[in-house]
């Protein structure tokens, strides 16, 4: 017996397919739900990067199921890509020795950079009034950071800027037409 069973409606369309181990004996079910089983084949390639598996095509006649391989939607795709981007934000960059925090994994998602700019007016406009500045704040992981100048706010927000800029220009390419699987295309590093 085959391994596998194309479900056959009353009238003669494929409905489906089950393992003929799940299927004891359809001839002894309720009147209303007998079904009609033919022995087949299953044919499933392994999907590669960029491919999704498509199908499945049944040949009643033939006795086989195919699933064949297709290019993954662009839709999917440029989803995947965004998404990608959006956790390389998240986990964000370490930042150089031209900060005051060498070393320090720094978030760059949207709610950081818009506390860091803050930071940074804020450290500018005490500068300018000639306040002595010396904010204190922790990162995502809990990291303390000590600025005493908005220059040094200004370092940081650069650093991060300038790598979420990066990466959301990657993305937009790896976005464009046709769009290309996350996994092949080459990120920013993180400086790690």
Avoid at 78 to 101: D, H, I, M, P
Wanted: aromatic share 6%; proline share 5%; hydrophobic share 45%.
């Amino acid at each position: 017996m085959s391994d596998w069973l194309i479900k056959v409606d009353g009238q003669g369309n494929a409905v489906g397919h089950v393992p003929s181990a799940d299927v004891e004996n359809p001839l002894t079910a309720a009147k209303g739900d007998k079904a009609w089983y033919r022995a087949a084949t299953l044919t499933k390639p392994a999907p590669g990067t960029g491919q999704a598996l498509s199908g499945p095509v049944y040949d009643i006649d033939a006795g086989t199921i195919t699933y064949s391989l297709a290019s993954k939607d662009s839709a999917v795709l440029k989803q995947a890509v965004a998404s990608y981007a959006e956790n390389l934000l998240a986990a964000g960059v370490v930042l150089s020795a031209s900060t005051v925090s060498e070393g320090t994994r720094f978030r760059c998602d949207d709610s950081a950079v818009n506390r860091l700019h803050a930071l940074y007016v804020a450290a500018d406009r005490l500068e300018t009034a000639s306040q002595p500045v010396s904010v204190t704040f922790r990162t995502h992981a809990g990291v303390a950071i000590t600025v005493s100048s908005a220059a040094q706010c200004w370092a940081i927000y650069d650093e991060v800027v300038g790598y979420a800029a990066a990466v959301l220009a990657v993305s937009a390419s790896a976005q464009a037409s046709p769009p290309l699987d996350p996994a092949t295309v080459s990120w920013p590093s993180d400086g790690s």
